[in-house]
């Protein structure tokens, strides 16, 4: 390819960012600047000599501006090939001036869905004359250069200076690259709207949309947010991207505060604490401990330093090396005990005063402020990648409350076995299948995760329930008078009877087994009192 040296821009920009200076630094270079609307008039207020594009069309921005750039004489001046004769000769026969720069960023439709705007505001900031300028300069990078991004504007004054005015190949291929990911990006955001969002704001209502929640394409738009040090093991490379459209904050939008950078494991755990934190929202405060995705220790208080003692108490051992996050503001001194074991990262919606300064201590100890919790209830998609293609279910965001339960035992539950039953059910479902949790006094006593059966589930809890009674030296494990929570139904009695056990005296399941009767008659026996929820929360 060969060098073209710029001598005409066209600038059209939303976001203003660096114009005036690029602006400058182009017209000092001798480069004659085309631009339209509040660009061109951002540029004359720079002091700039600017062109309109209305000037080089011979047609008036028409339609609210919808019309002004889709015209042969400004797409002809990108997209001619100068090396071409007859595309040289169709130039001089139309008076189509060539153009050697395009600087433009689109209208900022993420911005305008992401704030909740009006449908017919939304609909007008899908931007078509930008991306169509955008596609014609990076189909012609052989001779035109294409900028979509405010921070390449100084490396492209750096090229301009290093190849007398013009650009190189390889900056060229780049920018087109990045352009073509932009309005690739760009499309996918108003697809996912009017394939999910739009829902909610289209005049027809949802009925107008498709009755299936998954369309036949799957719009996905996320920007690379970081890369990562390495993934789940040093041998995989691994980086963050974030939804170029979203209401949501989580662990991806959170502040870091201090610390080493985050791993690819640091923000998956993180993600499963804040999660599950975020069932406690507005209420007690609660401190959640996570390790390996899974919750070794969740407690509620009158106080958050009561929490966390709740929470580590149920399984220390694990806790070491683990993420904490909390419901509320954390103080200094829930950070002081934090801060008194290993701990890997430290997740609040706020993080006082005093709490920074006592984590300043632990240089490496990363601390996130995340704002507002997630909504446990929100709706959305899970996603997971398997080979040759993927997986996508709308999010695990079921609950159950005191009037979804279903006594099936001879014995009624107690106000406080209901109570425990509730909090052991909604620690279950952050925990991966097969789930076993039991659960005393607002603290979770035991938890089983991930067995190949429900049974080990059972007995692997009440091991760590007997291991920190030995631990704290209680006179019996916190399982004993405790509810359990099963994330699906018991197949058979066995694991009901080892939870009967270790001292369990309520449980709650999703019933629905063809030996439901089976398992009920064993509670029986027990003198258990037993609760159907009709929902299972399997996680893999």
Request: glycine residues 8%; negative net charge; aromatic residues 6%.
């Amino acid at each position: 390819m060969a060098q073209t040296v710029i001598k005409r821009a066209l600038l059209s920009v939303s976001d203003k960012s660096g114009l005036a200076d690029l602006g400058k630094a182009l017209a000092a270079r001798g480069v004659e600047l085309i631009s339209t609307g509040g660009t061109a008039r951002a540029l004359r207020d720079a002091g700039l000599e600017v062109r309109d594009v209305s000037d080089l069309t011979g047609f008036p921005e028409m339609m609210d501006g919808r019309v002004k750039t889709l015209h042969p004489t400004v797409h002809g001046g990108l997209l001619a090939l100068r090396d071409n004769d007859e595309h040289v000769a169709a130039m001089k026969e139309h008076d189509i001036g060539a153009i050697d720069l395009v600087v433009v960023n689109l209208y900022p439709f993420e911005a305008t869905v992401a704030k909740g705007a009006e449908r017919a505001e939304i609909i007008e900031n899908i931007d078509i004359g930008g991306p169509s300028m955008v596609r014609s300069a990076a189909k012609n990078h052989g001779f035109v250069t294409i900028m979509t991004d405010a921070a390449d504007y100084a490396e492209l004054l750096q090229e301009l200076d290093a190849h007398d005015g013009a650009t190189s190949d390889a900056f060229r291929i780049r920018m087109a690259g990045k352009a073509y990911a932009r309005t690739a990006a760009y499309d996918s955001a108003i697809a996912s709207w009017f394939a999910f969002g739009d829902a909610f704001t289209n005049p027809l209502g949802a009925d107008a949309l498709k009755a299936t929640p998954f369309p036949d394409t799957m719009p996905m738009a996320f920007k690379r947010e970081d890369e990562l040090r390495y993934g789940e093991n040093p041998h995989q490379s691994a980086a963050i991207y974030v939804p170029q459209v979203t209401g949501t904050r989580g662990v991806a939008q959170a502040a870091q505060l201090q610390g080493k950078a985050l791993s690819y494991n640091n923000l998956n755990d993180a993600d499963a604490a804040l999660e599950l934190v975020a069932e406690f929202a507005g209420g007690e405060p609660a401190v959640v401990i996570v390790k390996h995705a899974n919750p070794c220790g969740v407690a509620q208080g009158v106080s958050l330093i009561e929490a966390w003692n709740g929470a580590l108490q149920c399984d220390s051992v694990s806790a070491f090396g683990g993420i904490v996050a909390v419901n509320t503001e954390l103080d200094g001194a829930t950070a002081e005990a934090i801060a008194s074991i290993f701990t890997e990262v430290v997740i609040a919606p706020k993080v006082s005063a005093e709490a920074r300064a006592v984590f300043a201590k632990k240089k490496n100890l990363r601390i996130l402020e995340c704002g507002t919790l997630p909504d446990p209830r929100r709706d959305g998609f899970a996603m997971k990648t398997i080979a040759g293609g993927m997986l996508i279910q709308s999010r695990d965001n079921g609950a159950v409350s005191m009037d979804d339960l279903k006594v099936v035992t001879k014995r009624e539950p107690t106000a406080q076995e209901l109570k425990d039953c509730l909090f052991a059910w909604t620690v279950a479902r952050h925990v991966k299948s097969n789930a076993i949790v039991y659960a005393k006094d607002g603290a979770t006593a035991g938890i089983g995760a991930g067995q190949m059966n429900r049974r080990d589930s059972a007995r692997i809890a009440a091991i760590k329930a007997k291991e920190a009674a030995e631990t704290y030296d209680w006179p019996s494990a916190r399982t004993v008078g405790s509810a359990v929570a099963s994330d699906a139904f018991f197949p058979f009695a066995d694991g009901l009877i080892s939870a009967a056990e270790a001292g369990a005296t309520a449980v709650i399941q999703p019933g629905g087994s063809i030996r439901d009767d089976e398992v009920i008659a064993a509670a029986d026996e027990a003198g258990l009192a037993m609760v159907f929820t009709g929902m299972r929360h399997f996680r893999h």
